[in-house]
């Protein structure tokens, strides 16, 4: 890799995608330089340039969740699984950094997505830092960050469909405690809506129900496993909620997940799901703004049990890899990669993911 290394950088909000040189950085001991393979646009980068997201320092390299070959190591640098990694090898890496694991939410509460010392590549690191993000030729790795070894039934296509979705999923999944014979109603046929679907069915849901939209991502949602897709936009929530209750003995669904980032998908959602049933909100990244919600109607008398969830953790990354690696083949996550964008095309293929014409951009630095 020479010396100089190109990396498109979002300098504020709003602002064109900037494509700038940074110098190769210096590798203290136990930290990889990644010569990066392909990374993604998700539905967080669009917030990001939206300027939806607090705290962020602009100007940036973002990619989050990427993939590619170690280029360099300084001293010996192990895997998150104890494995000895070396120039060469085909990696990935967990995104969140800097987890002090020493706080109350990590030791205490045991929800190190809420410690204050987070940090997340692509996202909370600056430019000016280095090069802390995908949308770039290299990646800089410091010190602590966990990597990973990718199998080699896994290619780098598979892993950037899946993506930060399939991670996500992982963490609702474990929320959701979804049960083998549950029914399942999934609101968001995004990457996370569609990598629950995936999940959902591995796990032995019996019926599994998207709402979204537009219609090839209903494509997606069922070949991803699916039973029923409702196009959000063509059809009523009463119409849904009758035709989810017809299907399940008039009760309504036994887990309904929320992966749309809507207030109306909350109010909707809440009113899919049984007595006793669950509800995760897990699309709400965001603030989209209030949703209106009968307490007494909508979870009281219903004994609902409402779920957040937020981020995930090292441990959904690793239980990924280990899905991919037995999944890959026969789950087509790499469909949600819909489009290659070089470098210089990242201002169309945030436009094209704003408006929802694809999934996901896949971001190849190289062409």
């Known amino acids: 890799?020479?010396?100089r290394i190109l990396a498109a950088v979002m300098s504020a909000p709003r602002r064109p995608i900037e494509v700038r040189e940074f110098p190769r950085p210096d590798l203290p001991a136990g930290a990889v330089l990644v010569r990066t393979a392909c990374s993604e646009v998700c539905g967080t980068d669009v917030h990001l340039w939206h300027g939806r997201l607090a705290g962020v320092p602009y100007p940036i390299i973002p990619g989050h969740v990427s993939a590619g070959t170690?280029?360099?190591t300084r001293g010996p640098v192990a895997g998150i699984d104890g494995s000895s990694l070396r120039e060469g090898d085909r990696i990935v890496f967990f995104d969140v950094h800097r987890t002090?694991?020493?706080c109350r939410a990590c030791t205490v509460h045991r929800t190190p997505t809420r410690c204050t010392a987070r940090r997340v590549y692509g996202i909370t690191d600056s430019a000016a830092?280095?090069?802390?993000g995908g949308w770039s030729q290299a990646i800089y790795l410091e010190p602590g960050v966990a990597v990973a070894r990718l199998p080699d039934a896994v290619s780098f296509e598979d892993y950037i469909g899946a993506g930060c979705g399939l991670i996500t999923a992982m963490h609702v999944l474990d929320r959701a405690e979804i049960h083998a014979g549950d029914t399942v109603v999934v609101q968001g046929t995004g990457a996370v809506g569609l990598s629950v679907v995936a999940l959902a069915r591995l796990a032995g849901a019996s019926r599994i129900v998207a709402i979204g939209a537009p219609a090839?991502?209903?494509t997606l949602a069922r070949m991803m496993g699916a039973d029923e897709a409702f196009d959000v936009t063509a059809t009523a929530p009463s119409e849904r909620a009758e035709r989810i209750r017809a299907e399940t003995h008039d009760e309504g669904a036994d887990v309904v997940i929320e992966a749309a980032g809507s207030p109306r998908a909350v109010e909707e959602g809440l009113s899919l799901a049984r007595d006793g049933g669950r509800y995760v909100i897990a699309g709400h990244y965001t603030d989209v703004g209030d949703s209106a919600v009968n307490a007494h109607r909508d979870?009281?008398?219903k004994h609902l049990e409402i779920r957040g969830c937020w981020g995930s953790e090292a441990r959904h990354f690793l239980r990924a890899l280990s899905i991919l690696e037995r999944q890959a083949a026969s789950v087509p996550w790499r469909s949600i990669g819909e489009r290659r964008y070089g470098l210089h095309a990242l201002n169309e293929a945030l436009a094209d993911a704003e408006a929802m014409r694809i999934t996901k951009a896949i971001v190849d630095p190289w062409s």
């Open 70 to 72: 170690i280029d360099a």
């Open 129 to 132: 830092d280095g090069l802390y």
């Open 100 to 102: 002090c694991g020493r």
């Open 299 to 301: 979870i009281n008398r």
């Open 216 to 218: 090839s991502r209903l």
């Open 1 to 3: 890799m020479s010396a």
